[in-house]
């Protein structure tokens, strides 16, 4: 596999489309000990937990795979966290459970899938509401991890029943721990304390270079481990990375947020909060609408300190503001807002070359590699050129913002943000428009790839929504129409863009109960062993083209695949199209027209419906060729 320009190719020189789905939703907790994740206990002893067993049991492997390919998907997102491989201590690597994996992604080899390994974390930890992260990245900072609920630090789903009366945890509220302390602290050490935090350090070292350097080394270790395993083409360097506080032009206000949910703390109330200072935080909430608030709540009540003694907070030790006297004050609200005497941008000046450290020290043992890079959710992309890390995929992800966070759907309306003024947006209504809006959305990001990335090939690397949308009817009813509807409108903007993606995504483990096990996200395509919505997702595509696609279209309310293709005499292995028997059965019950037609043309059409493909031979013909695929 190698990459021509925007597209990726096999050793053939056909142009893929990679299609598949994030595995899984579940490896963001460890397996062991067995307490649920949204339980206080799974926080305890994060020296003695396990992962072995994420995504899936071993012996169970090949099943879930022969699954997966039945279904038309080739590629495959895996996740791993740094938890997972170093949960004991720097430098202290989990090899029972980088031997499981290697077990795993050699079965998903010889199952013929290719595999983008993915470093994945939201907003840091599971001790800041999300996962990533060993334990003791916070406690070299002296954070007393019983403390980051209790002063606001941190809203975490296994404490947040505890602190709030018994109050069931609101959805998709842990995405506003990016605005947290603890979050925004870790992320903005991790990416720029040698700007911003310059005499904070870590046995002799700065604590960026202190926290980079271990990431860094850890993810290489795995890296060897996994040499051996030819399904991996490629690696992530970090999913979904955050500026924390980098950028902000005034630490009074609420900047960098494109979630706001609960109370939400400015930094500098942040600040104080996470130094034992009771503090009133404006209550939000996000709505069809927008975001609005809607009340007012007090943080840290109890005047509790995050850090331990002889720990302090390490933006009060740079000066940015001072407690002295007892109230405190904000002394430089802009400390973040600058970069070398120019405004600070997160993807250029940090990022970036995080990403090309990442890569470079990846490539040192194997420069075949592919690295998968991201931007801001929602934000910016990093630049790239030819003097940056090579073999790289803009691997963006896109979700339907008020189908995500409001869990339910309907075709007809839509928000578009406003990217100046997260509380405002554009509705969108009407099914065309809304359809149009998504397609739309897909196509500002290859656009920008185009003309600021070098034109990179772009894997759609998340997307998808809700199963539990509209407090869960469909399990009750067995009625998955909208959820179809929402999908298929989704993959028909990936068509129509000719994107690369990756469904989020597929937890073997997933249960209607318990969702995902992860903050009471339900975003997994099984449930219970089973496909849920198929028909929104599972549909024809063409796998591999000997030649350029041009068009693809799928109508499921018909049941006709368009496929419009020029061909490249010089390949003489077939075009691919994968064909699901759930839409068009065994022959006879298939037409395929071609255009020009057999017999004018030497293009040939056959159908393996035990294989559930189609396969097009050129011949040598040199052209545009239409097929279309009908029942």
């Given at each position: 596999?190698?990459?021509?320009?925007?597209?990726?190719?096999?050793?053939?020189?056909?142009?893929?489309?990679?299609?598949?789905?994030?595995?899984?939703?579940?490896?963001?907790?460890?397996?062991?000990?067995?307490?649920?994740?949204?339980?206080?206990?799974?926080?305890?002893?994060?020296?003695?937990?396990?992962?072995?067993?994420?995504?899936?049991?071993?012996?169970?492997?090949?099943?879930?795979?022969?699954?997966?390919?039945?279904?038309?998907?080739?590629?495959?997102?895996?996740?791993?966290?740094?938890?997972?491989?170093?949960?004991?201590?720097?430098?202290?690597?989990?090899?029972?459970?980088?031997?499981?994996?290697?077990?795993?992604?050699?079965?998903?080899?010889?199952?013929?899938?290719?595999?983008?390994?993915?470093?994945?974390?939201?907003?840091?930890?599971?001790?800041?509401?999300?996962?990533?992260?060993?334990?003791?990245?916070?406690?070299?900072?002296?954070?007393?991890?019983?403390?980051?609920?209790?002063?606001?630090?941190?809203?975490?789903?296994?404490?947040?029943?505890?602190?709030?009366?018994?109050?069931?945890?609101?959805?998709?509220?842990?995405?506003?721990?990016?605005?947290?302390?603890?979050?925004?602290?870790?992320?903005?050490?991790?990416?720029?304390?040698?700007?911003?935090?310059?005499?904070?350090?870590?046995?002799?070292?700065?604590?960026?270079?202190?926290?980079?350097?271990?990431?860094?080394?850890?993810?290489?270790?795995?890296?060897?481990?996994?040499k051996?395993?030819?399904?991996?083409?490629?690696?992530?360097?970090?999913?979904?990375?955050?500026?924390?506080?980098?950028?902000?032009?005034?630490?009074?206000?609420?900047?960098?947020?494109?979630?706001?949910l609960?109370?939400?703390?400015?930094?500098?109330?942040?600040?104080?909060?996470?130094?034992?200072?009771?503090?009133?935080?404006?209550?939000?909430?996000?709505?069809?609408?927008?975001?609005?608030?809607?009340?007012?709540?007090?943080?840290?009540?109890?005047?509790?300190?995050l850090?331990k003694?002889?720990?302090?907070?390490?933006?009060?030790?740079?000066?940015?503001?001072?407690?002295?006297?007892?109230?405190?004050?904000?002394?430089?609200p802009?400390?973040?807002?600058?970069?070398?005497?120019?405004?600070?941008?997160?993807?250029?000046?940090?990022?970036?070359?995080?990403?090309?450290?990442f890569?470079?020290?990846?490539?040192?043992?194997?420069?075949?590699?592919?690295?998968?890079?991201e931007?801001?959710?929602?934000?910016?992309?990093?630049?790239?050129?030819?003097?940056?890390?090579?073999?790289?995929?803009?691997?963006?992800?896109?979700?339907?913002?008020?189908?995500?966070?409001?869990k339910?759907?309907?075709s007809w309306?839509?928000?578009?943000?406003?990217?100046?003024?997260?509380?405002?947006?554009?509705?969108?209504?009407?099914?065309?428009?809304?359809?149009?809006?998504?397609?739309?959305?897909?196509?500002?990001?290859?656009?920008?790839?185009?003309?600021?990335?070098?034109?990179?090939?772009?894997?759609?690397?998340?997307?998808?929504?809700?199963?539990?949308?509209?407090?869960?009817?469909?399990?009750?009813?067995?009625?998955?129409?909208?959820?179809?509807?929402?999908?298929?409108?989704?993959?028909?903007?990936?068509?129509?863009?000719?994107?690369?993606?990756?469904?989020?995504?597929?937890?073997?483990?997933?249960?209607?109960?318990?969702?995902?096990?992860?903050?009471?996200?339900?975003?997994?395509?099984?449930?219970?062993?089973?496909?849920?919505?198929?028909?929104?997702?599972?549909?024809?595509?063409?796998?591999?083209?000997?030649?350029?696609?041009?068009?693809?279209?799928?109508?499921?309310?018909?049941?006709?695949?368009?496929?419009?293709?020029?061909?490249?005499?010089?390949?003489?292995?077939?075009?691919?199209?994968?064909?699901?028997?759930?839409?068009?059965?065994?022959?006879?019950?298939?037409?395929?027209?071609?255009?020009?037609?057999?017999?004018?043309?030497?293009?040939?059409?056959?159908?393996?419906?035990?294989?559930?493909?189609?396969?097009l031979?050129?011949?040598g013909?040199?052209?545009?060729?239409?097929?279309?695929?009908?029942?």
């Amino acid at each position: 596999m190698d990459i021509k320009g925007r597209y990726i190719i096999d050793e053939q020189g056909r142009t893929l489309i990679l299609r598949g789905c994030n595995l899984g939703g579940s490896s963001k907790y460890p397996l062991r000990p067995g307490s649920t994740n949204r339980h206080p206990d799974s926080l305890k002893d994060p020296q003695t937990v396990s992962f072995v067993g994420r995504p899936f049991p071993l012996e169970a492997a090949e099943a879930h795979f022969d699954q997966l390919s039945r279904w038309g998907f080739t590629f495959i997102r895996f996740l791993i966290t740094w938890e997972a491989l170093e949960h004991a201590g720097p430098g202290c690597y989990d090899e029972a459970y980088l031997a499981y994996l290697r077990k795993i992604l050699r079965i998903a080899g010889d199952k013929g899938f290719s595999v983008v390994i993915d470093p994945h974390q939201d907003v840091w930890s599971r001790w800041t509401g999300g996962d990533g992260a060993p334990a003791w990245t916070l406690d070299t900072l002296g954070m007393d991890r019983d403390q980051l609920d209790p002063s606001g630090a941190a809203l975490t789903q296994q404490h947040y029943g505890a602190l709030h009366g018994g109050a069931p945890f609101p959805r998709m509220i842990w995405s506003t721990n990016y605005n947290r302390y603890a979050t925004a602290t870790m992320f903005t050490l991790f990416f720029a304390g040698n700007t911003y935090a310059p005499d904070l350090s870590i046995d002799g070292e700065s604590i960026q270079d202190w926290l980079q350097e271990r990431y860094l080394a850890c993810m290489r270790h795995c890296f060897r481990r996994l040499k051996d395993c030819t399904a991996i083409i490629g690696w992530g360097a970090m999913n979904e990375p955050h500026p924390g506080f980098i950028g902000y032009h005034d630490l009074s206000m609420l900047e960098n947020c494109s979630a706001a949910l609960g109370p939400m703390p400015s930094p500098f109330q942040a600040m104080s909060a996470a130094s034992g200072h009771p503090v009133t935080a404006p209550e939000y909430t996000t709505d069809i609408w927008g975001r609005r608030i809607v009340g007012q709540q007090t943080l840290n009540p109890g005047a509790l300190s995050l850090f331990k003694p002889g720990f302090t907070c390490p933006w009060k030790q740079a000066g940015v503001w001072t407690d002295e006297g007892g109230v405190p004050r904000l002394l430089r609200p802009d400390h973040f807002a600058a970069y070398q005497g120019k405004p600070a941008r997160f993807t250029e000046d940090f990022l970036k070359p995080f990403m090309n450290r990442f890569a470079e020290r990846i490539r040192e043992l194997n420069n075949r590699t592919f690295f998968f890079i991201e931007g801001i959710p929602n934000g910016m992309h990093p630049t790239w050129s030819s003097q940056d890390a090579p073999k790289t995929v803009n691997a963006f992800h896109w979700y339907d913002g008020p189908t995500l966070f409001t869990k339910s759907f309907r075709s007809w309306i839509t928000l578009s943000p406003d990217p100046k003024q997260a509380s405002r947006g554009k509705l969108i209504l009407g099914r065309k428009n809304v359809a149009a809006y998504f397609t739309r959305s897909l196509t500002e990001v290859l656009t920008w790839t185009g003309e600021h990335m070098g034109d990179m090939p772009c894997l759609l690397g998340e997307f998808g929504l809700p199963f539990d949308m509209n407090r869960g009817r469909a399990f009750k009813t067995g009625d998955y129409h909208l959820h179809e509807e929402a999908l298929s409108l989704y993959y028909d903007a990936v068509d129509a863009n000719l994107l690369h993606s990756t469904i989020w995504n597929y937890t073997a483990d997933n249960t209607h109960e318990e969702g995902d096990g992860w903050n009471d996200e339900d975003l997994s395509i099984v449930s219970g062993g089973a496909g849920r919505a198929l028909k929104g997702w599972l549909r024809p595509y063409p796998m591999a083209t000997a030649g350029t696609p041009l068009r693809i279209h799928w109508d499921r309310k018909t049941g006709i695949l368009s496929y419009r293709f020029r061909t490249d005499p010089r390949i003489t292995v077939p075009t691919e199209l994968f064909i699901p028997p759930e839409w068009f059965g065994p022959k006879p019950g298939i037409t395929i027209r071609l255009d020009p037609p057999e017999g004018t043309q030497p293009v040939e059409a056959a159908y393996k419906p035990e294989l559930g493909r189609i396969f097009l031979t050129n011949n040598g013909y040199e052209g545009v060729v239409d097929c279309i695929v009908s029942r």
